[in-house]
């Protein structure tokens, strides 16, 4: 139940057009006293509440205006999450009133262990942080309940090393990032730690390499992605500048008359930026693209690097080798690249400049 008189008091009041003095003058208090209830400083005791309620015309109830909240527990999870969206703190109190209804239900559980979490980030409090990993603990007990598919065992953990984090205890955060660590996905999270706060520079940079691989690899994912968004929107300025915004990032990766992995990805995004430019009106900055396609597949074919390591910065990793679906060979990759294009002025001036010597 949720009580709020001082609301209430200074709606009535506005709603009749009292000054806070003509209503203490009604009610034969001081202007003080009004002012501390509608500031829920103090309350006026039963008697006035009788008196407010018969000169507002109205009932005691509708006066204190509280409300009688559900504790249904679609309610009550949905008033969890509100209160982690709005930060408010009396989350906390309502997350422990809702686990002392529903100590097994996962959607509680969950929900309050990201209040404790949120608010012992925040505050620094350490017992916050405490109840925030147990709770996260009881909710992977629990994940059976789940059905959002956003939330897993690995979200949770990742979590619950960030507590861990904060409370100081790295060891036991890292322990749970590598124990829960599928397809590298915490490399950068483990690197970062190792070098930052556990000074195993050796370490980190195995993991940090590792995820440099790994977030490459998901750039030219989604670069493409919005490529194919912006052309199929016609929106051809805008899917250049973001091809233009990823050449420059792996131009950063090559090493000096090196090929990489990622050479075949970058020549496609070459040729995707002439078919860009020609759209544009700017066949002359198409043209150069195209060259400077051409130069990158001929230098990859000659000598073709799949590995990780023959990327820049990319010094301390496992093996580890790549794989793709453009084509066997750079030039064979230009040429699906082409032919999904659709663009015969396009195909025409790369065969001009493909026989150029």
């Not at 309940?145 to 507590?163: L, R, V, W």
């Not at 980190?204 to 030219?220: F, G, K, R």
């Not at 040429?335 to 001009?352: I, Q």
Request: proline share 3%.
């Amino acid at each position: 139940m949720k009580i709020n008189l001082a609301d209430t008091i200074r709606a009535f009041r506005k709603a009749r057009s009292l000054t806070q003095q003509q209503l203490a003058d009604a009610l034969g208090v001081t202007v003080g006293a009004v002012y501390k209830w509608e500031a829920n400083l103090s309350a006026p005791d039963l008697t006035l509440l009788v008196e407010l309620a018969d000169l507002f015309d109205t009932s005691v109830d509708v006066l204190l205006g509280y409300s009688v909240k559900s504790n249904k527990h679609a309610d009550t999870v949905a008033r969890l999450r509100e209160c982690l969206h709005n930060r408010d703190t009396d989350g906390l109190a309502e997350a422990e009133k809702a686990l002392l209804r529903y100590p097994n239900c996962f959607d509680i559980v969950y929900q309050s262990a990201k209040l404790y979490y949120l608010f012992g980030l925040m505050s620094g409090e350490k017992p916050q942080l405490r109840r925030a990993i147990e709770l996260m603990e009881r909710a992977i007990v629990l994940l059976g309940q789940n059905t959002d598919p956003k939330i897993s065992e690995f979200s949770i953990t990742y979590d619950m090393a960030g507590a861990y984090f904060e409370l100081g205890e790295e060891e036991k955060a890292l322990e749970l990032l590598k124990s829960n660590n599928p397809r590298g996905i915490n490399d950068d999270v483990i690197g970062q730690s190792l070098a930052t706060f556990c000074n195993r520079p050796d370490e980190a940079a195995e993991y940090l390499s590792t995820a440099l691989v790994s977030v490459s690899a998901m750039l030219i994912r989604t670069v493409s992605g919005f490529m194919n968004v912006y052309f199929k929107r016609d929106d051809y300025a805008s899917g250049a500048s973001i091809l233009e915004l990823a050449l420059d990032f792996f131009a950063g990766l090559k090493s000096e008359g090196k090929s990489n992995l990622f050479d075949k990805p970058c020549m496609s995004f070459l040729i995707c930026l002439a078919h860009a430019r020609l759209k544009l009106g700017r066949p002359e900055e198409a043209r150069a693209s195209l060259l400077a396609a051409k130069k990158l597949a001929e230098a990859f074919d000659r000598e073709p690097d799949y590995s990780a390591g023959s990327l820049r910065f990319v010094s301390a990793v496992k093996q580890q080798t790549a794989f793709d679906s453009l084509g066997s060979t750079a030039a064979e990759t230009a040429a699906n690249t082409l032919r999904s294009l659709e663009n015969e002025p396009l195909s025409r001036m790369w065969g001009e400049i493909a026989s150029e010597e």
